[in-house]
Every structure is written in C-alpha cells, then in structure tokens.
C-alpha cells in the first residue's frame, strides 16, 4: 500500500514538472528560464493581437522562431533565428541558466540567442501587446534584451527606427531575401545620419530611395504624406547623435476604420504601408514607395530634374547641359549634367564685379537634393548667406526646418505637382534671362563674331566640298534611291523627317554578302514579312543579323526606310540595335545586331519550345518588353507608335533579356498627339486592338493591346491563334475570360510553370493581361500604369471589362486576312477598315 501510495506521489510530481517546463497554454503571453516552448506551441500577447511561434515560409521545411499577427491572414513582423533556419520540428525556444533568450535544435546545440552580457539568473521573456518581445531581469525589472531593438522587415508602432544614443543602438529595416527567404536581403532601410534627418533606403549600400527632410511634421520629399500623419509621426532629434523615427495611433475606440497598420521593406525593395481594415482578414497595401521612375534615388544625375509628366522623364537644370550627349540621347541619365558657364569665384578669384555677380534661379515643386546643409539663417538672409559663401551652389528655406544650403552636386531632384519646396540654384550672370546692361555689348559682339566665324566656315566647308565632291554625288544618288518626292513630302507631313541618311553606317554588298557566305541557306535565321534574316560575320569579327527586303515581300520601300528613320533614333537597353543598311544592286537591307537566343516565339511555341523557361525568366521577359514599349511611349526623343508587337518581334539576347524589334510598321506621333487615324491597316492577326482593326485608329493603347495578348501568351505558353480548331473556336483572350468569371485561372498557367508559391504573382500577371485586352481603348491602362502594377503591389487592381474577339471562329474576312502576309503564320497583314 505504501509503495502505491509513492508511485502515485512521483507520477503527480511528474506531471507537476511537465506541466511547469512546458508552456501549453495558448494564452500565456511570457516564458521564464527551464520552461521550453515547443515547435508546436505559441506565445500570445495578452491583448490577442501578437503571438510567437515556429513557423515555415510557403513551400519551405526551413522552421523559424518570428512573431506575426494572431489573425487569419498572418503577417510575419519579426523573424530570430533568419540566417539559421532549423531544419526540423525538434527546435525549441527557452530562456537559458545564464540569462540569454536561446533557439536550440534537437541536439541542444543553440542556433540563435539574445547574447546578452553579463550573465542574468533570474529572466523573462514577454510577448506585449505593442508585439515587442522583451527580456527582462526579474530581480530589478530591467529591460535587458526586445526585440524592437533587433528590427527584421517591419516598422510597427513604437519602434524606433534611427540611432538612440542612450541605448547605444542603430536600428535599421532589413528586407528578406526573397518573399519566402527571410535571410538579410539586399536591402534596408533608415534614419539618414545627415543633420536634417531623412529616411532612406539602400540596396546593397548604396542609395535607393529616400525621403527628404523632416520638416517636424511629415518628410517634405513624400508628396502624399499628408495631415493623416500628422498627430502619429515623431522623429527624435536631439543633435547629440540621437536621431530615431517613430509613430503611434490613438486608440479609435468603436468607431475604428482599421485593426492594424505596420511598415514593411519587401524583398524588391519597396516600403509599403499595409492596413487590415475592420472586419477584414486581408491585408491591404495603402502606399508604398518608389512609387514612380522619378522615385529611384539620382534618377536624372547630378543637376538633372525628373518630372514624370515630362517626356522624356529627365532634363538638365537650366544653366546645366548633359555631361555625355550620347548616353543622354539614348535614355541613359545616370551622369547627369554639367555647367554650361562657370561661377564667378570659379572663373575669377579677384572681386566680384558689379552686374557679373552670381544669381539665384528659383525652381518651384520640387524635391529638394539631397545632402542638404543646416544654415543659422533667418529667411531674409538665406539668400545673400548663400552669395556670400563661394561653396554653397543651392538654397532653400522650408518652414520648420529653415535655411538649407548645398555644397556639392545637386542630386535626386525631382518636380512635384503639388507640395515640395521651392530651390533657388545659383547660375552664373551670363545665363540670366534679359540682362539689360548685356544688350549692346551683345549685339555689337555677335554680328562681328558670327561674320568671322562665317567666313572660315565657309572657306573649309569650300575645301571639303571640292575633296568630296565624288561622295557627294553618291549621297545624291542614295538619296534619289531612297527618298522620291511623293516620300519626303510623307516624311514631313508625319514629322518623322528627322534623320539624315548619311549619318547611318553604309555597308557595301560584297562585304555583306561575304560575312553570309553569299547568302547561303545555311546562315538563314529566319523568314518575316520584310523577307529572310541571315547570321552573318564581318572580318573584325562581330556578329550581325542581315534583314533582306524580298521582292515578293508585302512590304518595300516605305516600311524599310521607317525602320531606318524610327529605330537610329532609338537606343534603349530593350530594343534591337540597328548597326547599319545597305543600298546596292537593287538591293534594300538592314544591319543589326545579333541576337544568339532568336526570338521569344521561338521558345513558346517553336524549336525551342523544349528549352524551359521557368517562370522568374519569363517575369524579367515581360518586364523588360514593358521598360522598352515605355521608352517608346514616353521617354525617347520620338514618340513610337510600334504597331506590330507579338512574340515573333521580341528578341532575345544572350542571357535573354528581350529586345522589341520590326519597326516597319511603326508611326512617330507628335508631342501633343493621342492617336490617329489610317486607311492602311497593318499588323498581326491576333494581336490588333479592335478600334485599329476595323476602325484604323491607333494610339498607345493599340501596342497596350498586343503587349496584353503577348503578357498572355507568355504565361500561358499558348499562341493566341492556337484555339481555332481544338477549342471550341475560343481564343485564347476568350479562354482565359472564361476561366476568370470561373475563377480557375490557375488552369490558364503553362504546367509545366506552375508553381503554388508563385501562384499568387502568375495570376496577378493574368489579371493585368486582361486589364489589357479590355474591348474599349479608354478602358486600358497606359504602358507607365502597367509597368508600375508589374513591379509592384501598391493596389488592389480593378476588375477587368470583356476583352475584345472574344467570339468563336473568325469571320471568313478576317480568315482571308492571315493569307496575304508571307510565309510567316504570324505574319504581317494589310487589312481595309470598315
């Protein structure tokens, strides 16, 4: 009896101590040291808002210790062990005998710990309801380790985001290295330690975006950060080195819009604010940043302004011009601009001279550059401070900050439609506008200047005329060849007359001919409407594709000399680059570059079809046909209407990065024109917008169209005109409609593709197709619109309308318009609108 009476007391001890080193208790918010919390089990702040726990990102078996919000639709706000994922259910979190916060795996071998110093006997651990995870000495209720102070991703109210010296720490965002990786990614994210504080973000440690100055209520570089901030957003700065950023909400009581708000820097490097509204289990990206080209820190350059609502986005300050004229030119703006006259105190180190002195050029809306320098000057004295200091180059005075000067080069300016700064940019005298003390000298100056230079131009361009006159005659010839009077009035009246022929290199034919082997079968890449493609060689050894106008071509002169025109004015990193044309013999063709990997058909529906291009490949592909038709549209000298996009005319170089190519059909618009009207309809079956197809109208909407079916074909791996005869005549804008009102787009994904973690991206690229596609122009999104959607996850996207030919089988009309292109079945299609 005694014995059993034993056994039942060390049984009930037994579970007395399971029971106290084991936390099974959801509900309990705190851990003490020998208590374990299981991979099984969580923590829970006392509030129901936070809990901690072991969890695994999508698709992985990799096991983390984070704390996330105790709701549905959980969002993981801080990770511990991120760069030493376990790799089974056997870890466990405990509070070690010297105090320290640990993660051990099934060997006991410790993968993560708070490393506090010195040792602790008696410590806690508590979930709060802020969603801090705070360590403490239970003898002294010292904080000794949180986890507000070891931030991940996300920026929750009451962290501190900065330095605080009476803490000794710098807290930084740092992004996951992809959307199921929480590892350190390549970006983070911070107080700029500048003395007017900013946020900024850097990739890889350099910068990316950032905010502008604190002006004691919002960052006057956000143009949307408006008084719905005002009464949350603290930034601490005590001019001592503490410099940190924080926010709060008042508690809404029954009236709350929303449950929770938090920051995050995603994997891509955007900060974005996510809101759970009241009711929902969704999380609801409200604003995020970059939020446009303009965004990306030093888009334009030293001294070069963007304005998204210019086209091209970037231009040089006035009194500034590019630095490289032909990089400028061909779109890239990373060098900037340079000053066309010097200052003063840089021309000319005696005294000022009265009426030669430096003067201010007052830029309005604007961001303003970064590394602005704190001035102890009233307002009425920012200006002639700034005169008087031969190194400030730039002022501003902004309410709540007061006089900024700038010393170095002007960078990361951007102009605003509304909100920002006003900039006063020093210049030198001579380029202010109507000096009146200028007026005389210059008119008695230039005329004897211009006559001088007259003169000796005149006497060598004498010279060169009389040792080139044979060229010359060969120029006049070209010219008869290939601009006949009823084209150049064609030219001018399209204004796209804006090309000198001379300036394109000549090839001559036997040097052509030579480089093909003559033209043999053997070097043919290709067959299109302009006729075949040949690979060929030049004896220095460079590659280069020939395109060869076929007599029995439906095209000729006019779509050949359009290429030349439109693409030797183009030069961006997603168009093919032409190297130059050749007129001899009767012969028409064009030069360019080679591009190893053919084209993007080739690898959906052709020869190349068994080579696997997994999804991230085709994301980058879409991407970068979407960068290049943006360039078209907005940002290159010439707007480019391309009129024949499809997946035959995206080249792929050799790491395949694709490349819009086919500018014959393409039309210049004018600055202020939307659209236009044609009798002459041409391009592709499949891929014309239904107004260009039986109206003749088309704008940028037109190539929004094609790149919506091509952005469809892509994903689907499925030619748009592969459904006549297998699938009940649908094609495929129609069949992915009808999968979308089924809601079963997953079924529209290629399979072999397809990708659970990924199915949320490849339908999101499925809906933005369709958005595209839509029957009526109006109802397309713009190519800048499409891009940003692409890139980003800023908004919820609206339901897309019935696309257009969404019909069954082609009318007997429109089947006799795919017989009149070459031999191409994608090809090229002249068509009468009604």
């Known amino acids: 009896m005694k014995l059993s009476l034993s056994y039942k007391k060390i049984l009930l001890w037994s579970v007395y101590l399971v029971l106290f080193f084991h936390i099974t208790n959801a509900s309990s918010d705190s851990i003490s040291i020998n208590q374990f919390l299981q991979d099984s089990e969580t923590l829970v702040s006392n509030n129901k808002t936070f809990k901690l726990g072991f969890f695994s990102p999508q698709n992985s078996t990799n096991r983390y210790v984070g704390i996330m919000y105790n709701i549905q639709s959980q969002s993981v706000i801080w990770v511990a062990n991120r760069d030493k994922p376990l790799q089974d259910s056997s870890g466990t979190l405990t509070i070690s005998e010297d105090g ?49 102070s070891d931030l991940s991703d996300s920026f929750l109210q009451h962290m501190k985001l900065g330095t605080d010296k009476s803490t000794n720490t710098t807290n930084l965002l740092k992004s996951w290295k992809s959307p199921v990786d929480p590892s350190d990614g390549s970006f983070s994210a911070g107080i700029q330690p500048e003395t007017i504080p900013q946020i900024s973000i850097w990739k890889n440690g350099l910068p990316h975006w950032r905010s502008g100055p604190w002006n004691k209520q919002i960052f006057i570089g956000v143009p949307n950060m408006t008084s719905f901030y005002f009464s949350g957003f603290e930034l601490v700065n005590d001019n001592t080195g503490t410099a940190y950023f924080s926010y709060s909400y008042a508690d809404q009581g029954d009236d709350a819009v929303y449950d929770a708000v938090y920051l995050v820097l995603n994997s891509t490097g955007f900060l974005q604010q996510k809101d759970l509204y009241a009711g929902k289990n969704e999380w609801e990206v409200t604003w995020a940043t970059p939020a446009n080209e303009c965004d990306f820190y030093g888009k334009c350059g030293a001294f070069g302004s963007c304005d998204t609502n210019s086209s091209p986005i970037c231009s040089c300050l006035q009194g500034f011009k590019p630095k490289n004229e032909e990089e400028w030119g061909k779109g890239n703006w990373t060098k900037g601009c340079i000053r066309k006259t010097a200052l003063e105190n840089e021309r000319n180190n005696s005294n000022i001279e009265q009426g030669t002195q430096d003067w201010f050029l007052k830029l309005q809306s604007m961001k303003v550059p970064d590394s602005a320098i704190l001035v102890n000057s009233a307002e009425e004295d920012c200006e002639s401070d700034c005169l008087r200091n031969v190194s400030c180059i730039a002022y501003s005075y902004y309410i709540g900050i007061g006089c900024m000067n700038w010393e170095r080069s002007l960078i990361d300016i951007q102009k605003f439609s509304n909100s920002g700064a006003d900039i006063f940019i020093r210049l030198a005298y001579t380029e202010q506008e109507h000096k009146k003390n200028n007026k005389v000298v210059i008119g008695i100056i230039i005329p004897i200047i211009c006559s001088i230079v007259i003169a000796i131009l005149g006497y060598f361009s004498w010279k060169l005329l009389a040792k080139h006159r044979g060229r010359k005659r060969k120029s006049d010839f070209l010219s008869s060849e290939l601009f006949p009077r009823y084209y150049k009035l064609k030219l001018a009246r399209d204004d796209i007359n804006q090309v000198k022929f001379e300036d394109l290199p000549l090839y001559n034919f036997d040097m052509l001919a030579n480089a093909t082997d003559n033209f043999h079968q053997s070097s043919k890449l290709g067959q299109g409407g302009f006729g075949p493609v040949y690979k060929g060689k030049l004896p220095e050894g460079q590659e280069i594709a020939v395109k060869r106008l076929s007599q029995s071509s439906g095209q000729g002169l006019e779509e050949f000399m359009n290429e030349v025109v439109v693409i030797s004015k183009l030069q961006h990193r997603n168009l093919v680059r032409i190297l130059g044309c050749c007129i001899e013999r009767g012969e028409k063709m064009l030069v360019y570059e080679f591009m190893p990997n053919r084209s993007l058909d080739a690898y959906l529906f052709g020869c190349f079809s068994e080579y696997f291009l997994d999804w991230s490949k085709r994301a980058i592909i879409i991407e970068g046909i979407g960068r290049g038709l943006l360039y078209l549209h907005r940002d290159s000298r010439l707007r480019i209407i391309h009129r024949d996009l499809k997946a035959s005319n995206i080249l792929l170089d050799e790491y395949l990065n694709p490349k819009i190519s086919d500018f014959g059909m393409a039309r210049i618009f004018a600055g202020n024109q939307d659209q236009a009207n044609t009798s002459r309809v041409v391009g592709t079956y499949g891929y014309m917008a239904p107004e260009y197809a039986m109206e003749g109208r088309f704008s940028e909407k037109s190539d929004v169209y094609s790149f919506g079916v091509l952005l469809l074909e892509i994903v689907s791996g499925r030619r748009n005109t592969s459904f006549d005869q297998d699938n009940c005549a649908l094609s495929l804008l129609a069949y992915a409609w009808k999968l979308w009102n089924e809601n079963n787009i997953v079924k529209f994904i290629e399979p072999k593709i397809f990708d659970s973690s990924l199915e949320k991206e490849v339908c999101r690229c499925v809906h933005i197709g369709l958005l595209c596609v839509q029957e009526y122009a109006d109802d397309r999104p713009n190519v800048s619109t499409v891009l940003s959607i692409l890139t980003s996850d800023i908004a919820e996207l609206p339901t897309p309308k019935q696309p257009a030919f969404t019909g069954g089988h082609a009318s007997p009309k429109q089947e006799s318009f795919r017989s009149q292109g070459s031999v191409n079945a994608d090809s090229i299609t002249i068509l009468e609108p009604r």
């Not at 993968?111 to 979930?127: G, H, M």
């Open 100 to 148: 320290n916060l640990v993660i051990l795996n099934g060997q006991n071998k410790t993968v993560w710990s708070s490393n506090i110093s010195p040792a602790v006997r008696n410590s806690t651990a508590q979930l709060s309801d802020t969603g801090n995870l705070v360590l403490k000495d239970n003898s002294s209720g010292r904080v000794l380790w949180e986890s507000f």
